[in-house]
Each structure stands twice: as C-alpha cells, then as structure tokens.
RNA sequence: GAGCCUGUAGCUCAGUGGAUAGAGCAUCAGAUUGCGGAUCUGGGGGCCGGAGGUUCGACUCCUCUCAGGCUCGCCA
C-alpha cells in the first residue's frame, strides 16, 4: 500500500512534465491545474493554459503547443492534443491498464483501503429517544453515520461508533404516564406489537389526552422529578417502557445492519456536566444570575448568551453534551470527535463548541458537527399529530414486499430462504442508496409514491451490475490471470472508459472522506456500472472467438466486481450473487 | 428583528472558477435466433430565482433583492 494512490503517480509525473517544460520557456512558480476533459474522446487529463498565459505574456494556444511535444515524450502517453486553450492528455492505455488492472484484481474488493493513520476518530450517531420507533428521519442518520464510519475506517481511522441514548427527559415521561393511565398492564406481547412502537402509541396517547386535559401537562412534570428523586415506582415503570423502546430499536438496527461500538445512556451520563460546570465558574468561564442558574456570554463571538444550568441545578441538554464529550475525552482520548447530528441543531453545535475552546479544552477544534437536512414530505414536514411520519419499519417492510414481489416476477430463485435474504439485502439497498445520494446537509423531499425504485440511479441497479459479473465469474471458471496480456490488446472506446473509472476510484473515496460526502461514492458507482452495463451489453466476453479479449475482458469484469463490491461496502450495502 | 441554509429540465436531485450545464424518474421512439431486459440506445425538454459587480472566464466568488426552510427554549 503506497501513499500515493496509482492515479496520483500518473498526475504526479505529467504535472512535472508541465512544469519542467514552462521553466524551459521561462523560469518561475507555475500554479498546474489538471481536469478531465467533459468527454473522453476529447482525452483523459486535461492542462488548461490560462493561467500561463498572464505569466509567460504568451497566448494560451502557444504554450500548449509548446508543451505537447514534452508530454508526448512520456511513457505513460499515447498522445496530445491542443486544443484552444487546453493540452488534452491521452494516456497510454495498455502500460496504464497493466498496472490498474493488475492491481484491483490483487488487492481485491479493499483496494484503495489506506494505511492505519494512527488518529482516533469518534462518531457519535443515530441518538434516538426513547419515546417512539425510528422514522424516516432517524434512517438517513444512521445511514449516513454508518456510511462515514465506514469510509474514514477505509481512509485509515480508528473510528469508533458511538450511540447516546437519550433515555430520560420530560417527553419520556410523556409516554410513561399515559401508560400508567391508560395501559392496564398490557405489555408488547399481550397485544402483539413490536416494543417501540407499544411505546410510542402511548407518546401519541398522551398528545390527543392532553388536548382535552393540559393538566397531563402538570403531571408529566411531576413524573420527572420523581424520577429525578429515584421514586422507586417510577423507575420501575422507566426501566419497563425504556426496555420495551431500547429493545425495538435496536431491532431495527439490526435489520438495517447499523452496529455501535459503544452504546451509551443518558440517563448515566447527565448528571457529568455539572462538575464541570462548577468548575468553570471558578474560572470565570461562566457566570450566575440572581435566581441561581448558571450562563455564558458568547456575544464576543456572535453568539448569544446561554444558560447551562438551571436555578434548581438541574441540567440540560447543552449540559449533558459538555459532560459526556469531557468524559469521552477522558475515555478515549479521541483526535477527532464527530457529532452526526440535524441541521437544526447548527447552532447548539456552534454553542457547544466555543464551550469547549472556553474552558481550555486542547481538542474544542477538533469536534466536528456533521449536520445533515431533514427529510420532508411532498406536503411539508413529517407530522407525528397529524400522522404522517414516515415510519422506519413500515418503509423497510414495504420495499421488502416490493422486491420480494421482483424477484417472484423474475423467476430466477426458487429456494424460499434465500429468496428472503435477497429481499432484505435489496430493499435496504434501495433504501439506504437512496437516502445517501443527495448532499448531505440539504433537506430532501421524500415522495412515497416516486422515491421508492429499483430501476435506474439506485442501489438495486448496482446490485444487479455485481449479480451480472458474479454469474459471469462462475460461467468463466478459471482465467488467466497475468496482466502482461494487455501490451498486445487494443481497447476499444467502451473498455477504456471502464478503465479509466477504475483510475478514478480512489480520487472518489478520498474526496468522500475529506468532503464527509458518501455521494460521491454513489456518483462513481454508478457511473463505473452504468459504463459497464453499456460495455456488456455491446460486447462479447465468453463467446467471443478472439481468446485475448475474452481474457482481458474477464479481467476487466472482475476488477469492476472488485470495485463495485468494495464501494457499496462503504454504504453498508450488500453485493448480491444473484437476484 | 438577527444568524445560517436552500433556489439548476415537468418531478427528485448532481455539478473542486474552466471547454457544448448533467443524471434518474416521467414522456416519446427503438434494441433480445446474445454471457442476467432490475439492462442498453436515441429524441424532446434549461435566461442555473432576479439585478449588479469581481475575472481572460461565473451555476460556482462578492453585494443587493425576491421566495422557501431552519435556528435564536430553563425542549432534546
């Protein structure tokens, strides 16, 4: 494993081509931009020469004319073109083959995996509250938690996936009361419905109660200090209902295949941040006011100013966060800690962390808020009073039905089991791509009746791209698997953009890691599958009658197999041998 | 009122200051005596919200403006 990625080698040498070639025509600092040219039979690297052009007082078209000669000097080039102000790049295809080629097919599906950095990386995610199921919301954090965990341990982190529970609060005991009310000992079992969602029922109870009689309102405040003062029978009701919610949801993880490395809960952690807080007020960090409660002044940098401590000493949310990140510190002694939380929370975080720089923390820069959009419907914001939030496990039961009901169609699998477990790997497939091809801070508008596809840009269809070259893979047998077959091959234009997206992988996957943008392994494997799809469609592997292409081909095919099956990996999607 | 975000094709969305602004869906027209048709090919469809500015060059950067969203809780 070099540092350098195989397409980095290949900049890297044409750049000091470039460079070397303006010094000859003038010495000095040249500043070399590399692009690719929007089509392929335009090139594969593109040098524009504006830039030169102010320096060297010499049209960009002169420069470049100047420069190809150089450039086509090089072995890695086939040759070069100038066309108005740009030097297009085009590579030589079989030595460039040789060594991508030959590389994917040995490392397999963890080529382009990085070196272990030695920087510890924490990434706080999913966080649900104990009152209710997962909905729609909660499954594009998670996906994308479980997508930038994956992706930084593949750029070499030591990432550790942290779940803090919120488990305790004023809207817990919301659902605990109406139980109490309400719930005539009935249990999950006893009428037959997954934990959280008996759970949430009675969070919904308590809001149409409520309506007719605020002074639930009242008593549910009074259940919080019981439960703040260990009233031992409303503990024993919090441990029931947070059992029954805890449970159901990490069901739901479990479905969607989304692990934690740490769970934690804030019902042990929230008292943390009081001590600190003491202590900060040593320091002057923060300040009283007359009624006791505790405050900072974050005008100084924009901010406004905010409490941290309630009159009665109790604790809040911002409290329980600077408690719980100093304790991970202690803990971990992490590099990096990331907080993949809504965009609505931007200003909590921004709080939050001039907190941090306040009380002298060495690592206030190193904390990250990873703010994603929220997820609306065609008519506005998911409602849980009106009824339209759009429930996690209902919405995986429904893509499962819909391909359950495509591979009946298909015919292709008979046996029942697995039948069920292409089901599940294909609906959280179309789920999971779906909610991680759009940028990651933006809201998006989830329409039941149109999101919800295998067809096209969607995870299926790169699924199917794996089945396709798996089948092949069998069907092929053993092949040659030398690549000193390629210096007698000459590809034609749909092998060579295959080619060229392999060089591109790794360009990918860094850029999703430094941009936090799992979108744009999406984007590259989509293309990198829809250039393959065209390739077969168009071309012979098995039955051609030329036995050096059906090799090459066969390589080629594997190393896309390699590649699609490692980058949907980092989704946390599943490649599929059949479907 | 203040701060942040968004505005690109009928719809949903891509687009590190660079060449003719892209994809999926939808729509229309095609492709299988072929290794997987959940596929492939093609057509139509755009004053990139609007107006200024910076630059050799602006969807991209700056200012103003219009529209929508989020936040500024002793909720989490």
Redesign the pocket.
């Known amino acids: 494993m070099s540092d350098k990625t195989i397409m980095q080698e290949i900049e890297g040498s044409l750049i000091s081509i470039i460079r070397d070639g303006l010094n000859n025509i003038a010495a000095g600092e040249y500043q070399i931009?590399?692009?690719?040219?929007?089509?392929r039979d335009?090139?594969d690297i593109?040098?524009?020469m504006?830039?030169f052009?102010?320096q060297l007082r010499m049209k960009?078209f002169d420069i470049a004319a100047k420069l190809k000669a150089d450039i086509d000097k090089s072995e890695l080039v086939a040759k070069s073109e100038v066309?108005?102000?740009?030097l297009?790049v085009f590579l030589n295809q079989k030595a460039v083959a040789a060594r991508i080629i030959g590389a994917v097919c040995k490392a397999g599906s963890s080529f382009g995996r990085k070196p272990r950095n030695g920087v510890k990386m924490l990434i706080e995610f999913s966080?649900p509250?104990t009152n209710k199921p997962l909905h729609l919301g909660h499954c594009r954090n998670n996906v994308i938690g479980d997508a930038i965990s994956r992706i930084y341990d593949f750029c070499g982190y030591d990432v550790i996936k942290l779940n803090l529970i919120?488990d305790?609060?004023?809207?817990i005991c919301k659902s605990m009361l109406a139980y109490k009310l309400f719930g005539n000992h009935s249990t999950p079992e006893s009428v037959g419905k997954k934990s959280d969602h008996f759970v949430g029922d009675y969070y919904v109870r308590f809001a149409n109660e409520a309506k007719a009689n605020p002074d639930l309102e009242n008593q549910a405040q009074e259940m919080l200090r019981k439960w703040e003062n260990h009233d031992p029978e409303t503990l024993e009701l919090w441990k029931q209902m947070n059992g029954w919610a805890v449970g159901g949801i990490k069901e739901t993880y479990k479905r969607m295949g989304i692990e934690f490395s740490d769970i934690e809960y804030?019902s042990n952690v929230y008292m943390y941040g009081k001590e600190i807080i003491e202590k900060g007020l040593e320091k002057g960090v923060f300040y009283k006011?007359a009624?006791?409660?505790v405050w900072i002044n974050n005008e100084d940098v924009?901010?406004?100013?905010?409490?941290v401590l309630?009159?009665?000493g109790?604790?809040?949310?911002?409290?329980?966060d600077i408690g719980t990140a100093t304790r991970r510190h202690e803990k971990y002694n992490f590099s990096r800690l990331m907080y993949v939380v809504?965009?609505?929370?931007?200003?909590?975080f921004k709080t939050l962390f001039t907190i941090f720089r306040k009380l002298g923390y060495d690592w206030a820069d190193n904390c990250y808020h990873l703010s994603y959009?929220?997820v609306?419907l065609?008519n506005?914001?998911m409602k849980s009073r009106e009824g339209t939030v759009v429930d996690a496990d209902n919405l995986i039961d429904l893509l499962y039905d819909?391909?359950m009901e495509?591979?009946n169609?298909?015919q292709?699998?008979a046996d029942e089991s697995k039948k069920s477990d292409?089901?599940d790997k294909?609906s959280l497939a179309?789920l999971k791509y779906y909610l991680l091809?759009?940028?990651?801070?933006?809201?998006?508008?989830?329409?039941p009746e149109?999101?919800l596809?295998?067809?096209?840009?969607?995870g299926?269809?790169i699924?199917?791209?794996t089945?396709?070259i798996?089948?092949?893979m069998k069907?092929?047998g053993q092949f040659n698997a030398d690549n000193d077959i390629f210096a007698d091959y000459t590809f034609n234009d749909d092998e060579w953009a295959i080619i060229a997206g392999l060089l591109d992988y790794e360009k990918a996957v860094t850029s999703a890691c430094t941009?936090n943008?799992p979108?744009?392994i999406c984007?590259y494997l989509?293309d990198l599958?829809?250039n393959f799809?065209?390739?077969?469609?168009?071309?012979?592997?098995?039955?051609?009658d030329n036995e050096l292409a059906k090799i090459v081909?066969l390589q080629m095919a594997k190393a896309v197999l390699n590649i699609l099956t490692g980058g949907l990996q980092l989704l946390g999607i599943s490649p599929?041998?059949?479907?």
């Open positions: 931009l590399l692009e690719h040219p929007p089509t335009m090139g593109a040098f524009p504006f830039k052009a102010g960009p066309k108005g102000a740009y297009n966080s509250n919120n305790r609060g004023i809207h804030e006011e009624d006791g409660s924009g901010l406004d100013k905010k409490i309630r009159g009665d109790t604790s809040i949310y911002i409290t329980q809504g965009s609505e929370q931007i200003y909590h959009g929220m609306n065609p506005g914001r819909m391909a495509a591979i169609d298909k292709r699998i292409i089901a294909i179309a091809n759009f940028s990651t801070g933006k809201d998006i508008i989830f329409n149109k999101s596809s295998f067809d096209g840009n969607t299926p269809y699924q199917y791209t089945a396709r798996n089948s092949l069907k092929a941009q943008a979108i744009e984007s989509y599958a829809k799809n065209k390739f077969y469609h168009d071309n012979q592997i098995l039955n051609s081909r599929l041998e059949e479907m």
